[in-house]
């Protein structure tokens, strides 16, 4: 059974920091390409990032460009997002998605994990 | 970057009734879309790719139709585990991956 479990949310001061991580569990983690994918209170979803099978390419919603590194380490089946200089506006619950190759786009989804951003 | 926009915002109909959602897309994106449904609390999941093409364990129910810059996602007769808000997602040209603001289908 293909699973993804988030964790590292939390509440955190704008400007401060947080890492959060997705385990893989259930299919070849690294035959896949991963997405983060982001709900802020009571609105929709929004892409965050994504990066490919090996971690060697990597692409950022222009809104968390040069704050936010997605990472992935293929022998621990995890998937990372390093989150610096958070604001207000990243508060959201975070999902993790698979990327089922095209053409199936996010296939598998994390329960998620709130991020909260406030003093 | 593809804007998506998901009409109506909000869906009444009772169980049993016929739900017909709408998605366009500010450009074509060929058949490079996806619907997805979420339930409160939980996390969102794939019903259709492809445009057409039902996800595994998806009931024959939902069915998903277009192409180019106008979708339409059909769902014969809602039942009450149904009752969600459904989110379609191109996938055509990205980054970024986009997609639209919803249609919560409510109880009539």
């Known amino acids: 059974e293909v699973q993804l479990v988030e964790s590292g949310g939390g509440l955190v001061q704008p400007g401060g920091s947080l890492r959060l991580s997705c385990a893989a569990s259930?299919?070849?983690?690294?035959?896949?390409?991963i997405h983060w994918v982001r709900q802020a209170p009571g609105e929709g979803l929004l892409w965050v990032s994504h990066v490919n099978r090996d971690g060697s390419s990597t692409t950022y919603a222009d809104s968390v460009k040069g704050r936010f590194t997605i990472s992935r380490d293929n022998a621990k089946n995890t998937l990372y997002l390093q989150m610096n200089s958070l604001r207000a506006e990243d508060t959201a619950v975070y999902y993790c998605a698979r990327d089922g190759g095209f053409p199936r786009p996010f296939d598998y989804w994390g329960q998620g994990t709130q991020v909260t951003v406030s003093s | 970057e593809i804007v998506m926009t998901q009409s109506p915002a909000t869906l009444s109909v009772s169980p049993g009734e016929r739900a017909t959602l709408s998605c366009r897309a500010s450009?074509?994106?060929?058949?490079?879309l996806a619907w997805y449904q979420q339930k409160p609390g939980q996390a969102p999941r794939l019903l259709i790719y492809?445009?057409?093409t039902r996800a595994t364990g998806i009931p024959a129910r939902f069915s998903g139709s277009g192409s180019g810059t106008d979708f339409t996602l059909t769902i014969s007769s809602l039942q009450s585990e149904d009752f969600a808000v459904y989110y379609c997602?191109?996938?055509?040209?990205?980054?970024?991956?986009?997609f639209g603001q919803g249609t919560k289908v409510e109880i009539k």
């Open positions: 997602q191109q996938y055509n040209n990205w980054p970024p991956w986009t």
């Open positions: 259930g299919f070849t983690f690294s035959s896949y390409w």
């Open positions: 450009q074509s994106v060929s058949s490079n």
């Open positions: 492809g445009a057409s």
